[in-house]
């Protein structure tokens, strides 16, 4: 029987170019033939050749690790990083998802409260765009922080009445109140902060990390992320993974997201009948049947799949050590507080993010969503603070006697901050605050960062920036620059650029708050 | 003939007018405010003097040009120097910066007229090495007035501050530094220093503005033209603290001209300094804390180990422990990490990376199972830099042994079972700063009072 001129397991191309059909036609099948034998069945050579390209020199040599599948791109050996001996190995990002109202907790304007009700000066807004939610309104009066501040500690910083354990370690953090953003709004604002960008696509800080620095151990995640439960109270504004996926980069860098209710991770036990040996034996021969995928496919992804399941693997013994809290001294529920029993909790959260530090996660990001105070500032704004604070003092406490503090990162951040006009109505008791890009206040504390130190400040109005902007890009590039990594060297080919996590626009390292 | 005649003048100028170091009338400061801008005038023709005589070797005419322009530096020079010293005289400069800028700029004029009568006799073929001669000592007279004109306005180490460092041993000029009789002292950890970096370029020994010298404690309480400028505790009365204080626009204020005010913590030590009575020698003031950390050691570089690089990855697959890299430059060593397979690490499997121990500078055995005969091996890690044994079994007992690690500055023995007795040892190793033994027998868990909240306003 006459073979199909289309099929491709014998040579029939000759019978197909001497048929009498036009030249397009005769072009288009030959272009076909060739993309067919490309991906065909018959391209196991080509299938090497593919994978030699994704494991690069390493796989030609016959160098490959055993153990662990390689990622598909170039190998960290060759990425050399950290560039210069870092200051801090990890970083715990404490990510206040809503913008935190910086007015009424760090950024002191004693002067406004003269100004409460009295329309802020267009001069000052300048041609900012009011957002969709404010822009109806008539007035902007002034809505001056409704609890008082007072000075601690040796720098005679000015701190809320509600962070009191904050304004403990004022002498130890670095407050930057000049921070700004280019986003109004809560997606893109996180997205800018996580990935240097607005728009989905790009990997995550964490994600950055995980790839150029890997992990200090074996066992756990190189990149964390916990999640806390949310308040029905307060306005929580969703976070989805994308704000820790690994973009472009292997999926094998994503953020692990641990569950913030029951069991940080599900079926963490084998069920019954199945044991370790069993369960590793089962692992190999699906790496088998996957690494046959990948020689035939060449897709990247199998080999982030493969190191997935082997973390998981790994996971099934390490994270119920992690967070098995019965052996920790009772000093630590006294710092912490009660609150760090129940899981799911932020001071739970960064309990286990002080035990994750200690067994080397390389990043961990703690997400406390219900900051977006647009409205009810004096009703929720107290809920928040209790929830965070004391865990936030505990945590950087916690670090600091165990003699960890001096090589982890501990960031405290929000999205963007919140205006000084009032949102909705203004009366002597309550207030609303609407987005706010122009400025807002973060802190961090650790290695590399300078201990009691406010940087930058704002105007009379906490609107605009008037010493020392520190640009979204510019704190991130600082927090890289503490990890030992130089912001513009560490890139990525992909698309055409070399794409960076400070993005293509100039960003600078902020000397003022390096120690 | 005249050029004598003017000569001598010249020469005499200073004692015609003498710079007696008090102001006099405004306008003289006017006009003599325009000499640093006069200046580059002079200059600009002195130099183009040799240009133009050594370019009319090729091309006649330029040689014509350059008696022109010798003349008209002349004048150019003459008239400058009556700016300069309008200038000095109105302001009451003094100081030795401003006496050999003086005579330089003296000293450049008489030379330019001395080279006008040389230069005939050099044209005509006559003598052919004394204007030449001339015209060279011209030129470095030149330079050093300039410098010295320079150290005036900008400060004496305007062009080395920012030297790099290699190139600094060639820096002859600049500040020297009299010994400070208390070195340990406040005023000289932390107010003279002040002083050095903002006022001594226009108050020290180069320019003494206003009499006033601030470049030691003894020129300070001297105080200048006006009188002390420090009275003993009481900051209100010391016209120092009035002058750095008053609105950046004042024409009183200091530093003068526009330079960078003293920053307020600045002043508050000054003040605070002063109101405790302004001493030379008092190691402490009332009422300031400067956290003064002693900063660490900076690390040293590690030797070459690329020779055991493949060793080093073997002995990764054997033993499960690594040695990472603290980053891409090898000089900055290699951390022992056992993260991976703690619990199975021990004593044993510690001694096996003694072979790499004078390129480990970090060493983490957190919660590995060591024990106190682990002292022995980590005492041969000599270029460790930093230990971490939190959660190990050890005792503490042969801690002195570390001793030998002179470069040890970090210590973890949280949750372990070291004792107060035996930390003893520690206190003699000087680098050693950084101690931990959080949750031990030396340093029991606080108890419950980390619940409370500080009260506020503690100022």
């Known amino acids: 029987m006459k073979q199909h001129p ?168 670095t407050i930057v109140k000049s921070v700004n953003t280019d986003a109004i709004n809560h997606e893109p604002a996180i997205m800018l902060m996580n990935t240097g960008n607005m728009n989905a696509g790009k990997p995550c800080l964490g994600s950055w990390l995980a790839y150029g620095l890997g992990s200090m151990n074996d066992n756990l995640p190189t990149f964390v992320v916990l999640q806390t439960k949310t308040n029905p109270k307060e306005n929580n504004q969703p976070v989805s993974s994308r704000l820790w996926s690994s973009g472009f980069l292997s999926s094998e860098y994503a953020g692990v997201g641990l569950r913030s209710g029951g069991d940080p991770v599900l079926y963490l036990t084998d069920p019954d009948g199945v044991d ?23 897709d990247p992804e199998t080999n982030a799949r493969i190191a997935q399941y082997e973390m998981a693997y790994r996971m099934q013994t390490s994270v119920p050590e992690l967070v098995d809290m019965s052996k920790e001294p009772a000093s630590t529920w006294d710092l912490y507080g009660p609150d760090a029993k129940e899981p799911g909790t932020f001071a739970y959260n960064c309990l286990l993010a002080r035990r994750m530090a200690e067994r080397g996660v390389r990043f961990t990001q703690i997400y406390k969503r219900g900051w977006d105070v647009h409205d009810n500032v ?34 405290w951040a929000g999205e963007f ?26 802190w961090m504390v650790g290695g590399g960062a300078r201990p009691g130190l406010t940087y930058g400040e704002t105007d009379e109005y906490s609107y605009n ?13 600082t927090i890289l620059h503490c990890l030992g990594i130089d912001h513009n060297k560490f890139t990525f080919k992909f698309q055409g650029l070399d794409q960076k996590l400070t993005s293509p626009v100039p960003a600078y390292v902020v000397n003022g708050l390096l120690a | 003939m005249a050029a004598g005649a003017l000569s001598v003048a010249l020469l005499l100028l200073p004692e015609i007018i003498k710079l007696d170091g008090k102001p006099h009338a405004d306008w003289l400061q006017f006009v003599g405010r325009f000499h640093p801008l006069a200046v580059h005038l002079p200059i600009g023709l002195i130099v183009l003097v040799p240009v133009l005589e050594m370019a009319g070797a090729f091309r006649p005419a330029l040689r014509e040009a350059a008696g022109f322009v010798l003349a008209l530096a002349s004048a150019a020079c003459i008239g400058t120097l009556i700016l300069g010293f309008l200038l000095a005289y109105g302001s009451g400069d003094t100081g030795s910066i401003v006496s050999r800028h003086m005579w330089g700029g003296i000293g450049l004029a008489i030379g330019l ?80 220093p002040i002083f050095e970096s903002n006022c001594v370029a226009c108050h020290g020994a180069g320019k003494t503005d206003g009499g006033l010298r601030l470049d030691s404690f003894e020129a300070l309480m001297k105080g200048g033209k006006d009188g002390p400028v420090v009275v003993r505790r009481d900051a209100g009365k010391s016209i120092l603290i009035d002058r750095v204080t008053l609105p950046a626009g004042s024409p009183h204020a200091m530093p003068a001209e ?45 030797g070459d180990y690329s020779r055991w690089a493949d060793e080093i990855e073997q002995m990764r697959h054997s033993q499960g422990a690594k040695l990472l890299p603290v980053s891409a430059r090898p000089s900055d060593g290699l951390i022992l990490s056992t993260v991976d ?48 044994m939190e959660g190990t079994a050890v005792t503490g007992n042969g801690l002195a042994k570390l001793s030998a690690l002179s470069r040890l500055n970090y210590l973890n023995l949280s949750e372990t079972k070291v004792t107060a007795d035996s930390l003893v040892p520690l206190k003699s190793m000087s680098n050693l700063r950084h101690v931990y033994a959080f949750n031990t027998a030396a340093q029991p868990a606080p108890g419950g009072d980390d619940a409370k909240p500080s009260p506020g306003g503690a100022r």
Request: aromatic share 8%; glycine share 8%.
């Open chain 2, 258 to 302: 526009g330079r960078t005010p003293l920053k307020p913590a600045e002043i508050a030590w000054i003040g605070a300094w002063i109101r405790a009575g302004a001493s030379p020698s008092d190691r402490e003031v009332a009422g300031v804390t400067i956290p003064s950390e002693p900063k660490d050691l900076p690390p040293e570089p590690v």
């Open chain 1, 378 to 411: 004096t009703g929720v704004l107290p809920i928040l603070c209790q929830e965070t604070d004391r865990a936030c003092y505990a945590l950087v406490t916690d670090l600091k006697r165990r003699g960890l503090l001096d090589d982890t990162l501990v960031v």
């Open chain 1, 276 to 298: 370790r040996e069993v369960r590793r034996n089962m692992l190999d021969a699906v790496e088998q049947i996957n690494r046959q995928t990948l020689e035939e496919i060449g």
């Open chain 1, 6 to 173: 289309l099929c491709t397991d014998c040579e029939q191309n000759s019978k197909v170019m001497d048929m009498p059909i036009p030249d397009g036609l005769k072009r288009e099948w030959a272009t076909l033939q060739t993309r067919r034998r490309f991906l065909g069945r018959s391209g196991k050579v080509l299938g090497w050749a593919a994978m030699a390209s994704l494991f690069g020199e390493a796989a030609l040599r016959g160098d490959v690790r055993p153990g662990g599948p390689k990622p598909a791109v170039p190998g960290r050996e060759e990425l050399k990083l950290p560039h210069f001996a870092p200051k801090a190995k990890r970083a715990i990002y404490l990510f206040m998802s809503g913008g935190p109202p910086q007015i009424d907790l760090l950024d002191y304007k004693p002067n406004l409260t003269a100004q409460f009700n009295k329309d802020m000066p267009d001069s000052v807004r300048g041609n900012q765009q009011l957002t969709g939610m404010t822009a109806g309104q008539s007035r902007f009066p002034v809505a001056p922080s409704h609890w008082p501040f007072k000075q601690y500690g040796q720098t005679g910083t000015w701190v809320s009445d509600l962070l009191p354990y904050t304004a403990r370690m004022v002498d130890d953090l």
């Open chain 2, 341 to 388: 397979v703690a619990p199975a690490f021990g004593d044993a499997q510690l001694a096996q990376f003694e072979k790499f121990a004078p390129y480990v500078v970090e060493a983490n055995l957190a919660r590995t199972a060591i024990t106190d005969a682990s002292f022995d091996i980590l005492a041969r890690f000599t270029h460790l830099r930093a230990l971490h």
């Open chain 1, 465 to 477: 920036v008037v010493r020392d902007p520190v640009h979204v890009r510019d704190f991130n590039a």
């Open chain 2, 113 to 192: 007229l001395l080279c006008i009568l040389a230069r005939p006799a050099w044209c005509g073929g006559g003598s052919t090495r004394v204007y030449p001669a001339l015209l060279g000592c011209v030129m470095l007279a030149l330079l050093w007035t300039t410098h010295e004109g320079g150290s005036l306005t900008h400060g004496a180490d305007y062009l080395t501050r920012y030297m790099p460092s290699p190139l600094k041993r060639f820096a002859v000029f600049g500040a020297v530094n009299a010994a400070i009789p208390y070195p340990d002292s406040f005023y000289a950890k932390h107010i003279h």
């Open chain 1, 417 to 442: 901050g919140r205006t000084v006009y009032s949102q909705g109505g203004l009366t002597p008791e309550n207030y609303g605050r609407d987005h706010h890009p122009r400025c807002f206040t973060t």
